[in-house]
């Protein structure tokens, strides 16, 4: 690949020269020359002295990622490995576990390649490609992959169509396939995975801390709603830990069969539980109409949805969610807001909810605090990078 040469906007010297990642256009004199997604950029300072070495590779997020600081350093089959083998050094823990064998084994930015991640579930490997530049040096990386751990198998996913979505191909690699579902550990429960059917496997590990403080410390005794709830591993968890009842509304049909399955496979009547495919927005609505409160309330919307009647962005209408579930939370109940949106922190986060609770005459505790576990390594230089944030809220008032 050949190497182009951008200068660097004066003003992001200092900063770039201090590890941050991302290569976006206006970090840029001009992007003249960038044609070839892969290509190598050379960043320069005004006096064309070295800054650092990356990549071009389209995403919503930028440009590209820088790669190297060192001058010297070679982009070269023997770079990914040495990043490679680094993350994985890292999450030894998480293999010799007997507990949990579904873990992010290298995670984008934070283990020092933007754009790529890949997660272990039981055996198996799961490579996402965020951008066609990174998907140029595919054969170096799953070579150094092959090299570096026994996998049964390693599947792919391709996120950079136009617009960073999802190709849907085959996404089998190489090694064994397996079947499917495949069923994995999380803090000794199960779930049911998919590696090869669209985007989403079935469960996002960035809440597997979040899970297990509810089954452990506030499920018992509750009855609790969980909204978006996708294929229900929050009411699975909920369910694990004495939780009297768990209701689990999304507005995908396939959500029902996947909740169905999630419980099943960890021994829990589903016929006990309520899963409901509806719109929240509509839930919410007839859960004030009949007069339904919950113990505690399970929020974690997408960062961005368009559902018939509504339009929802995280950024934007997170309080009025909170208000609506204010609302049907009793006294002393416990709301979990998350949100995996990297456009606000912690600290805007809060204010939405501080908002919420004054604007519904309401009066709350904060309780819990996460974000982004310990495998999902992230960067000081990088805190967009650690997007997720969820609270545990006590409704006081
Ligand atoms: N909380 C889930 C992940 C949520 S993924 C978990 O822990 O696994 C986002 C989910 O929100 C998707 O399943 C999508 O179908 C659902 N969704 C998006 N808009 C919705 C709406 N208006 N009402 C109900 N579900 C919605």
Do not use: C
């Not at 290298?106 to 579930?121: A, R």
């Not at 595919?138 to 960073?164: H, M, P, T």
């Amino acid at each position: 690949m050949k190497e182009i040469i951008l200068t660097v906007n004066p003003k992001l010297e200092d900063k770039f020269k201090k590890g941050f990642p991302l290569i976006s256009g206006d970090a840029l004199a001009s992007t003249a020359g960038l044609e070839e997604e892969g290509s190598i950029i050379k960043l320069v300072d005004r006096r064309k002295q070295f800054i650092a070495r990356g990549y071009y590779g389209k995403q919503n997020k930028g440009l590209g990622w820088i790669l190297s600081w060192k001058e010297q350093e070679r982009i070269d089959q023997g770079f990914f490995e040495r990043k490679l083998n680094n993350a994985i050094s890292q999450r030894l823990g998480f293999y010799q576990s007997d507990e949990t064998n579904a873990f992010r084994v290298f995670n984008g930015e934070g283990d020092g390649i933007g754009g790529l991640t890949i997660d272990y579930f039981n055996g198996y490997y799961l490579i996402n490609w965020y951008s066609e530049g990174i998907y140029q040096f595919k054969n170096d990386i799953i070579l150094s992959l092959k090299q570096l751990v026994d996998s049964k198998g390693i599947y792919q996913k391709k996120r950079f169509a136009q617009s960073g979505k999802y190709i849907d191909d085959d996404d089998f690699v190489t090694g064994e396939r397996a079947e499917f579902p495949l069923i994995v550990k999380e803090n000794g429960a199960n779930f049911a995975v998919y590696l090869n059917d669209g985007a989403m496997v079935g469960v996002f590990l960035d809440q597997r801390d979040v899970r297990k403080l509810i089954r452990d410390k506030y499920a018992e005794g509750k009855t609790v709603l969980n909204t978006f709830s996708y294929t229900g591993a929050f009411s699975v968890f909920a369910a694990l830990g004495g939780a009297v009842k768990t209701t689990s509304v999304d507005l995908a049909n396939r959500s029902e069969a996947k909740t169905i399955e999630q419980f099943s496979i960890n021994g829990i009547d589903y016929e006990e539980q309520d899963i409901i495919v509806m719109d929240v927005f509509n839930y919410f609505k007839y859960a004030v109409k009949k007069q339904l409160k919950f113990d505690m309330v399970i929020l974690d919307p997408p960062s961005f949805a368009r559902s018939k009647k509504h339009t929802f962005s995280a950024a934007k209408d997170y309080t009025d969610l909170l208000k609506q579930t204010i609302a049907i939370t009793e006294k002393n109940g416990i709301i979990v807001a998350s949100t995996n949106a990297s456009s606000f922190d912690m600290k805007k986060f809060k204010s939405f909810i501080d908002k919420a609770f004054k604007e519904s005459g309401s009066a709350y505790k904060l309780m819990e605090e996460f974000s982004l576990p310990e495998d999902y390594r992230t960067i000081s230089q990088f805190k967009q990078g650690d997007y997720l944030k969820v609270v545990f809220i006590q409704k006081i008032k």
